[in-house]
């Protein structure tokens, strides 16, 4: 691919130089040793300084920019009309098109008021796949979260470009047995993130969008990652690569009645939220809401220097040669990974590898942790930091997911292809060692969320 530059050269650079240095802390072996034992063996409970490489997660750990830092100083603290508000609303209206834009400090509380205005017993709230806390806000308004995810986006080998689609007839046969009256609102999770962070195509969108007209129904995007599912559409839908990622990411929301952002991701700052709202009367008790809970409708729990960056973080995000080299360093550690013999699920997300546990420890059952031993063993052998998600974080009460992966999840502009490379050369000789990962069982674990908090003893 050619660079934006027209330059020849192939080789897709970080686009950015280096201004600010924060160090990373070298451990020795020995000293991992004592850390993961003395954290009973989960990664959760240990220090963040004595990580090399945290992956443990792509939200809130992103670099922001010198005019994004700039910002920070700029910004105004005003607690009504701050200027840092104007700017932010600007920003996300030339953005996306919507008029009405509700600051909230993260991405679960917009979904919190939301779902306190919109759901209810007896709701059911459709989505290609819901994310955790969003499961969680509805299921705690009363209402129930039902995933219709297409098949291959169910399969870890298949190689279908937008495999975050949510199943449409699947959406009409819902709507068709418990009725419209049952449905407040259809939801699209950009990209998906429960789903291996797949992007959802254009067409789908629009053909979501036509089951709600019919029946009325308002469609909400859970746009968190609006950005790199906009440059997926670009780089793979049919008659889409001739488009800007604005004119796209316009269309998107403009096929939408209203949105939950967690600014954390594709905001390109380490805190920050939006609402985006049409419909007048729901924006009316919005307001009311975050005004209770979150803050004035010009700040909503954050600083006029948060709102600054975030201004700032979304009209970065949309560069072209950002997202091209995002999503194409994300791939290239799977492709490595793949090339390494390594299982992962395929193809690459936009924001996460996730490697396949189960076939990387064939030796360990879902029972003993196939996810938790190589996120141990990562650790131990190279200060490596991921997150299992797996039988550890969804197998409670005997039940097993049906998927035992590690995820790899890499902050935004936060690390070097170098960096990268050791991740790879790591994996790579933790797997050929793999027989050496050993089982482990729970020692503790708390009633509910326990992949935070458990305790682990290794079962040699
Ligand atoms: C992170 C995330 C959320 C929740 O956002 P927070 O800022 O963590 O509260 C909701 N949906 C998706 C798809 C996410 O990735």
Same mark, same amino acid.
């Given at each position: 691919?050619?660079?934006?530059?027209?330059?020849?050269?192939?080789?897709?650079?970080?686009?950015?130089?280096?201004?600010?240095?924060?160090?990373?802390?070298?451990?020795?072996?020995?000293?991992?040793?004592?850390?993961?034992?003395?954290?009973?063996?989960?990664?959760?409970?240990?220090?963040?300084?004595?990580?090399?490489?945290?992956?443990?997660?792509?939200?809130?750990?992103?670099?922001?920019?010198?005019?994004?830092?700039?910002?920070?100083?700029?910004?105004?603290?005003?607690?009504? &009309?701050?200027?840092?508000?104007? /700017? #932010? @609303? =600007?920003?996300?209206? *030339?953005?996306?098109?919507?008029?009405?834009? $509700?600051?909230?400090?993260?991405?679960?509380?917009?979904?919190?008021?939301?779902?306190?205005?919109?759901?209810?017993?007896?709701?059911?709230?459709?989505?290609?796949?819901?994310?955790?806390?969003?499961?969680?806000?509805?299921?705690?308004?009363?209402?129930?979260?039902?995933?219709?995810?297409?098949?291959?986006?169910?399969?870890?080998?298949?190689?279908?470009?937008?495999? &975050?689609?949510?199943?449409?007839? /699947? #959406? @009409? =046969?819902?709507?068709? *047995?418990?009725?419209?009256?049952?449905?407040? $609102?259809?939801?699209?999770?950009?990209?998906?993130?429960?789903?291996?962070?797949?992007?959802?195509?254009?067409?789908?969108?629009?053909?979501?969008?036509?089951?709600?007209?019919?029946?009325?129904?308002?469609?909400?995007?859970?746009?968190?990652?609006?950005?790199?599912?906009?440059?997926?559409?670009?780089?793979?839908?049919?008659?889409?690569?001739?488009?800007?990622?604005?004119?796209?990411?316009?269309?998107?929301?403009?096929?939408?009645?209203?949105?939950?952002?967690?600014?954390?991701?594709?905001? $390109?700052?380490?805190?920050?939220?939006?609402?985006?709202?049409?419909?007048?009367?729901?924006?009316?008790?919005?307001?009311?809401?975050?005004?209770?809970?979150?803050?004035?409708?010009?700040?909503?729990?954050?600083?006029?220097?948060?709102?600054?960056?975030?201004?700032?973080?979304?009209?970065?995000?949309?560069?072209?040669?950002?997202?091209?080299?995002?999503?194409?360093?994300?791939?290239?550690?799977?492709?490595?990974?793949?090339?390494?013999?390594?299982?992962?699920?395929?193809?690459?997300?936009?924001?996460?590898?996730?490697?396949?546990?189960?076939?990387?420890?064939?030796?360990?059952?879902?029972?003993?942790?196939?996810?938790?031993?190589?996120?141990?063993?990562?650790?131990?052998?190279?200060?490596?930091?991921?997150?299992?998600?797996?039988?550890?974080?969804?197998?409670?009460?005997?039940?097993?997911?049906?998927?035992?992966?590690?995820?790899?999840?890499?902050?935004?502009?936060?690390?070097?292809?170098?960096?990268?490379?050791?991740?790879?050369?790591?994996?790579?000789?933790?797997?050929?060692?793999?027989?050496?990962?050993?089982?482990?069982?729970?020692?503790?674990?708390?009633?509910?969320?326990?992949?935070?908090?458990?305790?682990?003893?290794?079962?040699?």
């Amino acid at each position: 691919m050619e660079t934006e530059a027209g330059a020849n050269v192939k080789t897709i650079i970080e686009p950015f130089r280096i201004k600010v240095v924060e160090p990373i802390r070298m451990t020795s072996r020995q000293e991992r040793e004592t850390i993961i034992r003395r954290a009973d063996f989960n990664l959760f409970r240990i220090h963040a300084e004595d990580v090399l490489i945290d992956l443990l997660t792509d939200s809130g750990t992103g670099a922001m920019s010198s005019l994004q830092w700039a910002g920070v100083m700029k910004g105004d603290e005003s607690y009504a &009309g701050a200027k840092s508000w104007f /700017a #932010l @609303e =600007r920003s996300v209206r *030339e953005l996306t098109g919507f008029e009405q834009i $509700l600051p909230t400090h993260q991405g679960r509380a917009s979904e919190r008021i939301l779902f306190e205005l919109m759901g209810g017993e007896g709701k059911i709230v459709p989505n290609n796949s819901h994310f955790d806390t969003t499961r969680a806000n509805i299921e705690h308004s009363g209402a129930k979260a039902v995933d219709l995810l297409i098949e291959e986006g169910k399969r870890p080998t298949s190689r279908h470009p937008f495999k &975050g689609n949510m199943d449409v007839a /699947a #959406l @009409e =046969r819902l709507i068709a *047995e418990v009725g419209v009256g049952a449905i407040p $609102l259809v939801m699209l999770t950009v990209t998906n993130n429960s789903g291996g962070g797949q992007p959802v195509s254009l067409e789908n969108i629009r053909a979501v969008r036509r089951v709600c007209d019919q029946h009325k129904l308002p469609l909400f995007l859970d746009a968190c990652r609006f950005a790199e599912n906009a440059y997926f559409i670009k780089s793979r839908e049919p008659g889409q690569a001739d488009r800007t990622v604005r004119e796209i990411v316009r269309e998107m929301f403009g096929l939408a009645d209203g949105a939950t952002i967690s600014a954390k991701k594709d905001g $390109l700052v380490n805190i920050g939220g939006l609402l985006l709202l049409r419909n007048a009367e729901l924006v009316r008790r919005a307001d009311e809401l975050l005004i209770l809970t979150e803050g004035f409708l010009t700040y909503g729990g954050l600083a006029g220097r948060d709102l600054e960056a975030m201004a700032q973080g979304f009209e970065e995000v949309v560069h072209e040669d950002y997202l091209q080299y995002r999503i194409r360093s994300t791939e290239y550690l799977g492709e490595k990974l793949l090339a390494a013999g390594v299982q992962i699920v395929e193809p690459p997300g936009g924001h996460a590898i996730y490697i396949d546990a189960a076939s990387f420890c064939p030796h360990i059952p879902p029972e003993r942790f196939p996810g938790q031993a190589l996120v141990v063993g990562l650790y131990r052998h190279a200060g490596i930091r991921a997150c299992e998600i797996g039988s550890v974080m969804f197998g409670k009460g005997g039940q097993r997911p049906p998927m035992e992966l590690v995820r790899l999840a890499i902050p935004r502009r936060v690390y070097t292809q170098s960096h990268i490379d050791y991740v790879i050369e790591a994996i790579g000789e933790v797997h050929a060692q793999r027989r050496a990962l050993a089982p482990l069982e729970i020692a503790e674990e708390p009633p509910s969320l326990r992949h935070f908090t458990a305790r682990f003893r290794e079962l040699a």
